[in-house]
């Protein structure tokens, strides 16, 4: 059960053409992912990261497939899946603390007023903003809006936590610190974790297992790949870590190969024309087929890691 | 201490949107002083100049030129007065009520003063009395000394007419005596000589009428000097006026006076009862009971006060308010209904788009109609006497037609707010919805928490919106239905045709507008204050 704590299977999400058939934004996307496990998705700009978050979260209607989580399916967005959007979205009109308290009070019905607080103050500690409970969003940087928006994702114990690039909008230094500040809680809550991003960086950093996606439409997990650091992370030692430039060269190569303006069918093309083989079986985009493995996509081994770059 | 006083300010004035006396703080901190001197005189003398510039054209070239039969557009000046004896007056029907319940020792000692003065305005009143006759001789004699030549010379030229066109007909019937048959040029020549004749007259009774016109003139004229006069006579009677009712109301007419008397009249009528026999006790004690009423009804009364343009703003400020919350509490529900639902926006948006438009005019009779019908007798029907009961509002006496008013201006002012609720409600942050799906809130929840903060500042454009439109309405649906108030202030002083009416209505035009804007600054203060992100709205 905890090796498949949270297992999307086969999702698909297709806009209506009229002029034709419907348009498969992402078509066949498999996933597992075992429990308090932080599983980064990385991918072209408008290859379909988002529409795959958000429709694990429920914000997005499914058109194919499902999203397990703790062995029930989703339906329809919950707080056990707590979402960190790009931009902070906290309500201007109220404070850090209400804006945490909105969702608590919903996760712990039962408490009483002090303990809701009490709970919303642990958790905005936690993101470092003891002394800002009180301030507006209009008075708070962007950095400092994000850290209320994580405050409010994780004061709910969701099952899973999507962060959906979450740091996107922010400078390189905020955007440090608020991994070390996301990594701290993590290690400390064990909260299973897929975050979004195209900071190739951030991702060997911060994930687990790193799933790379396919260009879209028909947009699908291309491969995934392990990052073997342990646990709590140093960003010294990460970066230092004789496999640091390996995993990161192999994310790279990637993603050069799935180049904005390259159709998938092309890349194989090439590749075969090269007589090299074939990037990965699964990246042949191939409506409706099932590459069989659902758990780890196929999973590229440090070998051939080291063997790739 | 002086730097958290000087951010308050500045919030403050952020806040009511009085941006022009920003430069005067940051100037009083001496913060970059020619960079402030330069915006006060942006924003504070150059409006005060125009201000200036608009009253000298209005005294010096629109009111002398324009002339009406109620006479000329008061000038500024006038205008001036006419608000000061408006003021006047109100002030002296507040004394009149006061002295009215005055008692005991307070009321004899204001007594004394009255009377004192009743007697010192005697001689005010002859010397203005003579200062008038004075004028109007002075006044005649000056203006019969430039008629005198000009009579003079239409004298002559009448006489002079008269006596040239009795020649010439003389002269003409002659020639007619004489006139051959059958020569037709002759007789057409004749003809032309006598319609010459004519001709002539014509041109000297045009000569004569010109120097009557101006004699007329000369006549119409106005002295300043007998203007001034009159005025000053008419102030001081006024004065004579207000004190002899004055002297009345703490005298005789006094409610302890008047008091005082029912009670004797009571005494008076218990001992004829107390002695009658027969059946004259029943007529005495008939009596006694008439007398006991009487007395309680002099117990309670009070002054029966005109309406004063200040209790006629307070009822039109009342009024407006009325109809504004009557509208809102439509508008905002239908409204937050409308943003949530497309269906029901759908099916509400025929009646809005009907209704919208139709003009305050139109509502109002039908209005009156309904509010007349539901209260036939407001001095009988409970609503009205509970509404008269209360506390603060009872003193304005809500009747049907202040009631038809203020239904007016709901249905005229509830469109704006309804279609910005609407709107508000409808285009809510995507982002935040989101965050409510996440949270799974429940409907009221994500009304109460997500929906209706988000869409406060909208909804509050469309309130200020609202109240200056209600605002308009009222004046023109008090004006029509009588409703008391400001309305109905112009609307008296039209059908008055007082020398000074005219003016008395300009006055109104200036506090209708200085209402209406106070109004709308109240509503940028709390526009700003539900606009959560700092942002400054539109002024």
């Not at chain 1, 809701?116 to 470092?128: A, D, M, Q």
């Not at chain 2, 002030?91 to 003065?117: C, H, P, S």
């Not at chain 2, 409204?335 to 025929?350: D, E, I, N, Q, R």
Request: with cysteine; proline share 4%; net charge negative.
């Amino acid at each position: 059960m905890t090796d498949r704590y949270v297992e999307i299977v086969n999702l698909v999400k297709a806009y209506p053409n009229p002029l034709g058939d419907a348009v498969r934004v992402v078509d066949g996307f498999n996933l597992t992912v075992r429990k308090g496990e932080v599983v980064g998705v990385i991918g072209h700009s408008g290859c379909g990261k988002s529409t795959v978050l958000t429709m694990v979260a429920g914000l997005n209607e499914i058109t194919a497939g499902d999203v397990v989580v703790d062995g029930k399916v989703t339906d329809g967005p919950g707080p056990d899946r707590a979402v960190v959007f790009q931009a902070p979205c906290l309500l201007p009109w109220m404070t850090a603390l209400g804006n945490v308290m909105l969702g608590v009070k919903r996760v712990y019905p039962h408490g009483t007023k002090q303990q809701r607080k009490e709970i919303c103050e642990y958790y905005l500690s936690l993101v470092g903003l003891a002394d800002a409970m009180h301030k507006y969003p209009r008075e708070m940087s962007g950095g400092m809006q994000q850290r209320v928006g994580i405050a409010r994702a994780i004061a709910l114990r969701p099952k899973m936590l999507l962060l959906d690039e979450p740091f996107g909008r922010l400078d390189s230094l905020t955007r440090m610190d608020l991994q070390d500040v996301i990594l701290g809680i993590l290690d400390h809550e064990k909260i299973t974790t897929m975050v979004i991003t195209h900071d190739v960086d951030e991702a060997v950093y911060m994930s687990d297992r790193i799933c790379m996606m396919t260009n879209g439409p028909r947009a699908r997990v291309g491969q995934v790949l392990e990052i073997p650091f342990e646990r709590p992370r140093n960003r010294r030692e990460v970066l230092e870590h004789e496999l640091y430039y390996d995993l990161r060269g192999c994310l790279i190569d990637f993603l050069e190969k799935f180049d904005k303006h390259k159709h998938p069918e092309d890349v194989a093309k090439d590749a075969k024309e090269k007589g090299e083989s074939a990037v990965h079986e699964s990246v042949h985009p191939v409506v409706g087929e099932y590459s069989g493995d659902t758990r780890y996509g196929s999973p590229l081994t440090l070998a051939e890691v080291g063997g790739g770059a | 201490m002086l730097q958290t006083l000087k951010t308050t300010l500045l919030k403050v004035i952020d806040l009511t949107a009085l941006g022009f006396l920003e430069p005067y703080v940051r100037l009083a901190y001496g913060e970059e002083p020619t960079k402030q001197l330069r915006k006060i005189g942006q924003f504070t003398v150059v409006p005060v100049l125009v201000i200036i510039a608009g009253l000298l054209v209005w005294a010096t070239m629109i009111s002398p030129n324009v002339k009406t039969k109620s006479g000329e557009l008061p000038s500024p000046t006038v205008v001036a007065s006419a608000a000061g004896s408006l003021h006047q007056f109100a002030i002296r029907e507040g004394n009149k009520e006061a002295a009215y319940v005055a008692t005991g020792e307070e009321r004899e000692a204001w007594l004394a003063d009255v009377e004192a003065e009743l007697e010192s305005i005697g001689a005010e009143v002859e010397s203005a009395n003579a200062t008038v006759v004075e004028a109007r001789k002075a006044e005649a004699a000056s203006k019969s000394e430039r008629i005198a030549p000009l009579q003079a010379k239409v004298d002559a030229l009448k006489t002079a007419m008269k006596e040239e066109r009795a020649a010439k007909q003389a002269a003409l019937k002659e020639q007619a005596a004489s006139l051959p048959v059958g020569d037709n040029p002759q007789r057409a020549a004749y003809l032309g000589e006598l319609a010459g004749l004519n001709a002539w007259l014509d041109e000297q009774k045009a000569e004569i009428d010109t120097i009557d016109d101006q004699i007329k003139l000369i006549r119409d004229e106005k002295d300043p000097a007998v203007l001034a006069a009159l005025s000053q006579q008419t102030a001081v009677a006024e004065r004579e006026q207000y004190l002899k009712k004055m002297a009345e109301q703490l005298g005789e007419d006094n409610r302890q006076a008047r008091v005082a008397t029912g009670q004797e009249k009571l005494d008076v009528a218990k001992t004829t009862f107390f002695n009658a026999e027969g059946a004259a006790a029943f007529n005495a004690a008939k009596k006694v009971i008439s007398a006991e009423e009487r007395l309680a009804k002099t117990e309670e009364s009070s002054y029966a006060k005109p309406a004063t343009l200040y209790y006629q703003i307070q009822r039109s400020i009342l009024c407006v308010f009325a109809g504004f919350f009557l509208g809102s509490a439509i508008a905002i529900p239908i409204g937050v209904l409308c943003g949530l639902s497309t269906t029901f926006m759908g099916a509400m948006t025929p009646f809005i788009a009907l209704f919208k438009p139709v003009s305050p005019i139109v509502w109002l009779p039908i209005a009156l109609i309904v509010a007349s019908a539901l209260i036939p007798d407001p001095d009988k029907h409970w609503f009205t006497q509970w509404m008269w009961e209360l506390p603060l509002i009872g003193q304005y006496k809500i009747n049907p037609a202040f009631m038809a008013s203020a239904v007016t201006v709901a249905l005229c002012s509830l469109w704006a707010t309804m279609v910005n609720t609407a709107l508000g409600v409808a285009s809510v942050d995507k982002d935040h919805l989101n965050v409510a799906k996440v949270l799974r809130l429940g409907f009221w929840s994500r009304l109460f928490k997500i929906v209706l903060p988000s869409s406060l500042p909208l909804v509050f454009a469309g309130l200020r919106i609202s109240l200056g439109v209600g605002w308009m309405v009222l004046i023109a649906a008090e004006l029509l239905s009588s409703s008391e108030g400001i309305g109905k202030f112009v609307w008296d002083q039209f059908n008055n045709g007082a020398s000074d009416s005219f003016a008395k209505m300009m006055v109104v035009v200036f506090i209708v507008g200085a209402i209406g804007l106070l109004l709308d600054r109240i509503m940028v203060v709390f526009q700003r204050l539900v606009s959560f992100e700092g942002s400054i709205a539109a002024v």
